[in-house]
């Protein structure tokens, strides 16, 4: 414990700095982990129940099981749905404009990983100036000859470019990561969305 203390007054003022991005990326890699599961955005037995009901000609039976399922898949499928009557190429545009809104939505927060992943090796590479700013201020006072003397401007330095790497490589990872799951998540339930229309059209389209 007291070296852990012992490197925190080491890294000087950065080091809070960098912590306390830390945790708000594991915060938000935590957040998007729960929100990002397949059942809360594309219930499993959701779309072929909508299917079978459209098949069946239970169409509003179909939109009100819709609007029961507050997820991304069930709204877009209920623009689909909506729609139905109008050209393909219209129902395919307002559908890709409703994803569109569901991506805004399940992208929260990661812009700020993404920020966080660019400023911590900033903010590492700041702590490194000031570290060996103390460092040669440190050899001014007492000359090159006491190694103890510089110790401390350069453990600054180096703990804070260390640490600075730690949090942004895990940051940037996740957020490709989650970036990559919205992005195919969204394709994926456009497509079932334009699927209910064609059934509802008899599979022709227009």
């Not at 809104?101 to 993404?114: I, P, S, T, Y």
């Not at 090159?144 to 940051?171: M, R, W």
Request: aromatic residues 6%.
């Amino acid at each position: 414990m007291q070296e852990l203390l012992q490197l925190f007054k080491l890294g000087g003022f950065v080091l809070p700095l960098l912590i306390l991005l830390a945790v708000i990326a594991l915060a938000i890699i935590g957040n998007r982990f729960w929100v990002l599961r397949k059942a809360r955005i594309a219930p499993k037995d959701l779309a072929p129940r909508v299917t079978d009901l459209v098949e069946s000609g239970k169409v509003q039976q179909a939109v009100k099981l819709l609007y029961e399922n507050d997820t991304p898949l069930a709204r877009l499928m209920l623009v689909a749905l909506q729609q139905a009557g109008q050209s393909r190429d219209a129902i395919k545009e307002t559908v890709e404009e409703s994803g569109r809104q569901e991506v805004a939505h399940l992208d929260r927060f990661l812009n700020f990983l993404g920020s966080i992943a660019g400023v911590s090796p900033l903010l590492g590479l700041l702590g490194t100036v000031f570290g060996i700013m103390h460092a040669f201020a440190a050899i001014g006072m007492v000359g090159a000859g006491d190694p103890k003397a510089l110790a401390s401007g350069i453990a600054e330095a180096l703990i804070t470019t260390a640490s600075g790497l730690i949090v942004a490589i895990p940051s940037l990872m996740f957020y490709r990561y989650f970036k990559g799951q919205v992005d195919g998540m969204v394709l994926a339930i456009e497509k079932e969305a334009l699927k209910v229309v064609n059934t509802l059209s008899g599979g022709t389209g227009r």
